[in-house]
DNA sequence: CCAAAAGTGTTGGGTTTACACCCATGT
DNA sequence: ACATGGGTGTAAACCCAACACTTTTGG
């Protein structure tokens, strides 16, 4: 039994609007053809995040990982034809901004529009999919989707791309901005052909994930102020 | 190098106040005498959640589990003495009413107040209290603390004690009522010696989690009406 | 009738969406 | 000037906590 492999979601907010993963065409026996995610076995001597966060530096190329978190434990002893793999699932997000080069046999994939993949990697990209939108909503996750500096119509489109649907910048302008994610870098950026005001750039606070809304329902007394004291642990 | 193990966190919200968790009393070499969770190896044909049901089952009786969830994985390379051994940790839930028989050597520990534990176990443990006051707040959850049929009162009890803090009556009553997931059953209590007002008896519109507070601060155009189509994935 | 416990009404604060309106720039 | 984006003001909806008040029972 081969103790542990971890595959890797490393997705992208992609300009155009779509959310993508970068998957590689297995070359091997089974599922030969098919898509895979990244990753490999684990060492005797790393943590699994260690471990992803090494496959994927080694085998293509990504070293720029903006934020990585676990996602679980596959383990059906038939997920893979064999012996049974025991593998770890992991996110992994690089800002828009940066385009790694990735070997001939990989390639970015519209998290929306899965070729076939091989195992059960369709069903970890999925998982990983919805974490994130999940995490769109009460962290701060969209600085690992960002580049360093961004106009608020740009941040928009990240928004819309993972999430699946139109979010209006009004509204993501005000809702970071509040929760204070979000900081104005006092620079702007130059109008396109067609004219229009100079959008303002901003920058996310933090460059680690926080939990930015807290949404106990039943909380605590709540001694301070603010949308205040509702508490709660961050979920994974 | 081993190759998985399965702590689990089975707690239950007692009755006095406090959230409880089954721990073990090592009788074996590394960290003998110390608390540890119930768990044991990963058999190649089964995946991990079949094998803590069986481990819980086996060890310490506990059959009646109304909830399981994955946690994660730990995997550092010194966590325990020796080879390295990966665990993939679990949560799991019993209801309040029900008093497994356990073996001479476990027993249920506060987890406020948790005794030496071996490994990585307190870790766990408080990971997982973490956990469940989080999905205490938006989703059913509680369902798997509760007994069949409950008060309000009683069920405030649990909930207290899970979340370390004093919830109200009133409002517990209003937001799970709100969300669906309560339902009277019709029935009611009788009062105790002291008097008062017979209290109505509830039961959890389902006996599976869900998620019951979607909580997508950018949230999809919205159709429909309720609290609405605020949508989001389940976090697990 | 009084105390005790349960349940309902109401108010106020906080957050978010939607939409109208003003601002700055290129042609 | 006008079109094109960008940004702010404001109103309506919603949710939740706190607290007062009513209901129902035992002594």
Not at 38 to 52: A, C, M, T
Not at 198 to 222: E, I, K, N
Request: glycine letters at 8%; charged letters at 25%; a positive charge.
């Amino acid at each position: 039994m081969r103790c542990a492999t971890h595959p890797g979601v490393v997705a992208s907010g992609d300009e155009p609007t779509t959310l993508r993963v970068l998957l590689w065409r297995r070359a091997l026996d089974p599922h030969i053809g098919r898509w895979s995610l990244p990753g490999g076995r684990l060492r005797p001597d790393e943590d699994v995040e260690h471990s992803i966060r090494r496959q994927l530096a080694e085998k293509v190329d990504v070293k720029t990982l903006a934020h990585v978190e676990q996602l679980g434990v596959f383990s059906a002893p038939a997920r893979v034809p064999g012996p049974r793999v025991v593998a770890t699932a992991f996110l992994g997000l690089i800002p828009s901004d940066v385009d790694p080069v990735v070997p001939e046999d990989t390639s970015w994939h519209d998290v929306g529009d899965l070729p076939r993949t091989a195992f059960d990697h369709q069903e970890i990209v999925l998982h990983a999919r919805d974490r994130l939108r999940a995490k769109l909503s009460y962290t701060n996750v969209g600085f690992a989707l960002a580049p360093a500096e961004f106009t608020v119509s740009a941040l928009r489109q990240l928004y819309s791309a993972a999430l699946g649907y139109r979010v209006a910048a009004t509204n993501l302008q005000r809702v970071l901005t509040r929760r204070g994610a979000l900081v104005p870098t006092g620079r702007t950026a130059s109008p396109g052909r067609s004219g229009g005001r100079p959008a303002a750039l901003y920058r996310f606070a933090h460059r680690d994930m926080r939990v930015t809304d807290p949404f106990a329902v039943f909380r605590p007394p709540a001694p301070a102020a603010g949308r205040g004291s509702r508490t709660r642990g961050g979920t994974a």
